[in-house]
């Protein structure tokens, strides 16, 4: 381990010159991450990502919320439904879940679908228990 901490040391290379697309890339809080940054990540760690921020509910997040929330990723959609309630102050929240409905693909991101319409308090926690013990 030491021969590689001295090659590196050598070369100049350091943890923040790793490329965006390399696996375990990850930035820190403070370092603004654009939609094609974050777009260009693994999914494993588009998906860590959205569960920093999406936790952080900082609002200067809301477009790699609304990034995941049409990502290929199945998993990093459901990371970005299960926080998207902390985004509640955006003024654009709402509009957005809705439109999920509209594009036909809530089916396919239940329960967490649903669960964020009721933590943004669109749905009764009764229509919740209906919609999460129905047959289909």
């Known amino acids: 381990m030491k021969i590689l901490q001295k090659i590196t040391q050598l070369l100049g290379i350091s943890k923040k010159t790793t490329p965006s697309g390399y696996h375990g890339y990850m930035p820190s809080l403070n370092e603004k991450l654009s939609r094609e940054t974050f777009q ?3 999914e494993e760690d588009r998906m860590v990502v ?3 921020v999406g936790d952080s509910g900082d609002l200067q997040y809301f477009d790699l919320m609304t990034s995941a929330l049409t ?6 959609k459901f990371a970005a439904l299960k926080r998207i309630h902390n985004f509640s102050a955006h003024p654009d929240t709402i509009p957005l879940v809705q439109s999920l409905e509209s594009r036909n693909s809530q089916r396919e991101l ?3 679908y649903s669960m964020a319409l009721f933590r943004l308090s ?3 926690e009764e229509e919740l228990k ?3 013990n129905s047959p289909n």
Not at 71 to 76: A, F, G, P, Q
């Open 110 to 112: 239940e329960p967490y």
């Open 40 to 42: 260009r990540l693994n």
């Open 71 to 76: 990502d290929s990723s199945k998993s990093v």
């Open 50 to 52: 959205i569960m920093k």
């Open 122 to 124: 669109l749905i009764s």
């Open 130 to 132: 209906n919609i999460l």
